[in-house]
């Protein structure tokens, strides 16, 4: 009786044992296995982003993500996208791609600087233009409003000295490709995609173009415009 005793108690405790080894099990497992044998760490943004932010490394957090659900391009390093810009919109929270970011253009190189086209040069341009395209910029003939070859521009008796830096144009070639910097509303806002429409559904309207050029290409504009000439912005 005291033996049959005995062995109840000791089956009871290796019962509490082994219960409190199964909870220490789903615990360990819970806290730190799920973590190390299904789940990766990777990196989301703190806070949403719009088209043309600025990602720096701050902006970053580390989560983990079951691996079962993570994209294949998903971001697990800071490196990889830090100085880079949003192409989209990126809510806070989910998993990032390169396909999201591009380099930051906007910075002008050495020499490069921003440049506010004036109104008065612009015969025509999309009203898709966006930050960072590259545009090509078409001489206009004013008076005709049709495209003008670079020498019969050259030509004219009070432009016979028409510095093109050595460059050979003819006529309907793209005098300039340049960079945009921004493109502004009427309050010098920034307009900027919106929605699912993309370049097709915009803040507001554009009223003023900034682009990155050198001194020459600047020159070289002012000369074209002196001479008669408008132009007509495109982009691919």
């Known amino acids: 009786m005291l033996k049959k005793g005995k062995s109840e108690i000791i089956k009871g405790m290796v019962g509490i044992l082994l219960c409190m080894c199964a909870v220490a099990g789903i615990y360990y497992w819970e806290s730190y296995g799920r973590v190390r044998y299904e789940q990766t760490q990777i990196l989301v943004l703190r806070e949403s982003v719009t088209p043309g932010d600025l990602i720096k490394e701050n902006n970053l957090i580390s989560v983990n993500r079951d691996q079962s659900i993570l994209i294949k391009e998903a971001i697990k390093s800071k490196e990889e996208i830090s100085g ?5 919109y990126i809510p806070a929270g ?28 612009i015969a ?11 545009v090509l910029l078409y001489p206009i003939n004013e008076s005709t409003g049709k495209k003008t070859s670079i020498d019969r521009v050259a030509d004219k008796e009070d432009k016979t000295d028409f510095d093109l830096a050595g460059k050979d144009y003819k006529a309907g070639d793209p ?22 429409s993309g370049r097709l559904n915009g803040t507001s309207n554009i009223v003023s173009i900034e682009l990155i050029a050198d001194i020459e290409s600047i020159n070289r504009l002012d ?11 495109l982009y691919k």
């Not at 998993?95 to 190189?109: H, I, K, M, R, T």
């Not at 025509?124 to 590259?134: A, E, F, I």
């Not at 000369?223 to 912005?233: N, Q, S």
Request: aromatic content about 10%.
């Open 84 to 88: 880079m810009v949003a192409k989209q």
């Open 94 to 121: 989910v998993q990032l791609s390169a396909l999201y970011f591009e380099e930051n253009g906007l910075v002008p190189d050495e020499g490069e600087y921003i440049f506010k086209m004036p109104s008065d040069w």
């Open 124 to 134: 025509s341009y999309p009203s898709t233009l966006r930050r960072s395209d590259k």
């Open 175 to 196: 005098v300039e490709c340049l960079r945009i910097a921004f493109v502004k509303n009427q309050s010098n806002q920034e307009v900027q995609s919106v929605g699912e």
């Open 223 to 233: 000369m074209l415009h002196e001479a008669g000439c408008k132009f007509m912005i």
